[in-house]
């Protein structure tokens, strides 16, 4: 351990000490939601179950609310559900990843868990240099980096990070996101026998190429897995216009799904699907875990989009993890089921059937701060709506075929709107904790994922008819 690491690592446990008040006497901090100790959480990295344990690292800023040199810190659980916050994995005290050890995943091999990150570095004059490099653990708590183990080949600007590795056919993989000297987005792959000798194979796809028209100056956070006898490329491309009901948040998050030939190298894939509807959701990580599911988590927050706005601010944290969600590929299409685990949380359940006529009918909930909710409708003649504690609605319109949800922006209290279009409305799974709104639609099929923040003591949850509506909702405390 070097002098720096030790220093960083009693100045950030200072930090969680000193806040822990502040933080804590904060009404929007999540019952069963991931959240920093103190400071900023991004991208959820080193996502594994290894021996029981899930682990999740995630990109951590303990000294400010805002963005910088990260940290990898780190979450443990053995159910997905309750997590323990452990030691800081990874500081950003060396040379090459001295401005920010940034996001990668984790491989077991040789009993040991690796993981693979890019280190930032401003350098002298400024520049930005990047590094793909390995650190191992014998216990998952304590890492030894080993270094830098891919450099930067030519062609590309120093945008080029995020390292998503996996075994296939006795050889490993590493797809990373990447940047043309053209200003486009790609994603590109190396190749290694060893873990520690990669070699450059290329680009896979990306804006600007054979398969896609201008698709984003920079693309971010890939993961390459294989669902249901497919290739499914997962990734976050940066600089998309908005287009109808889609790409309305400042940077996009979805996935192809296609075929991978890593001989060539070439990805030949299908058109971009996003993977979120609502306001907040970036940088997802899946894993592979021990009982063979796979599994999403998500930042629940996007860069840029209104971070600094947050009113946690003044209480010295931002941002919080999606639920984990279990994938499923169902004709082409990714599905979200939040993961099973999470019924052990379920208490006091009610059921009602709810038959409605304009007037709006109060749903009795206990903790609408931390509550799940099950809806089925069995007849709905125009749509419906549900308002969630004074600070978001979710809209259903079934002649225009579309589901709507708003909330209240915490930038300037306007409402703002995002949109899918459905065939049908078969049922609506949602969560509440405190500050987020999660919205899995028929099965999980779409997915809405908000933070929202509602006026502290405004409990009312609210669904009123247009027209004729029935349905069934059943409800959950989550404790
Ligand atoms: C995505 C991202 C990654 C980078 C990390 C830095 O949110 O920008 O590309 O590795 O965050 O925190």
Known sequence: MNLRDKELREQAIDRVEKY???????????????????????????????????????????FKTGHGAKFWGHYASRDLVRW??????????????????????????????????????????????????????KDGISFEKQGVVARLPKGYTAHFRDPKVWKKNGRWYMVLGAQTERLEGRAVLFTSDNLRDWSFLGDITGSNTDQLDEFGYMWECPDMISLGGKDVLIVCPQGLKADGFRYQNVYQSGYFVGE??????????????????????????????????????????????????HPTIPNQWVHCMTLPRELTLKENKLIQKPVQELKTLRREQKTVEVSLCQAAEQLDLDHPDSAELYIEPSHIEEGFEISFR??????????????????????????????????????????????????????????????????????????????????????????
């Not at 609502?278 to 796979?294: I, V």
């Not at 809209?395 to 300037?412: F, M, P, Q, W």
């Open 390 to 479: 004074g600070a978001a609605r979710l809209i259903y319109s079934k002649a225009d075929g579309v589901l709507t949800l708003e909330r209240n922006s915490c930038v300037d209290g306007r409402v703002e709107s995002r949109h899918c279009s459905l065939n049908e409305l078969r049922d609506l799974n949602v969560f509440l904790d405190s500050s987020s709104i999660e919205i899995f639609v028929n099965g999980g099929e779409e997915v809405f994922s908000a933070r929202y923040f509602p006026y502290p003591g405004n409990n009312d949850v609210s669904i009123s008819g247009r027209k004729e509506t029935v349905m069934k909702v059943t409800s959950w405390t989550m404790s």
């Open 84 to 137: 323990r916050h452990e030691e800081i994995a990874l500081t950003p005290s060396d040379w090459y990843d001295k401005n920010g050890c940034y996001s990668g995943s984790a491989i077991v091999e040789n009993d040991l868990l690796h993981v693979f990150y890019t280190g930032n570095v401003r350098n002298d004059e400024g520049d930005r240099e990047t590094y793909q490099c390995l650190a191992v653990s």
């Open 20 to 62: 822990q008040t502040v933080v804590n006497q904060d009404p929007y901090r999540l019952h069963y939601h991931i959240m920093p100790p103190v400071g900023l959480l991004n991208d959820p990295n080193g996502f594994i179950h290894w021996k029981g344990t899930y682990h999740l690292f995630y990109q951590w800023m303990p």
């Open 260 to 309: 991978l030939d890593e001989g060539k190298p070439e990805f030949k894939h299908g058109e971009f699907t996003e993977l979120d509807q609502g306001f907040d959701f970036y940088a997802p990580q899946t894993t592979l875990d021990e009982s063979g599911r796979r599994i999403l988590i998500a930042w629940m927050g996007v860069p840029d989009q209104d971070e600094q706005q």
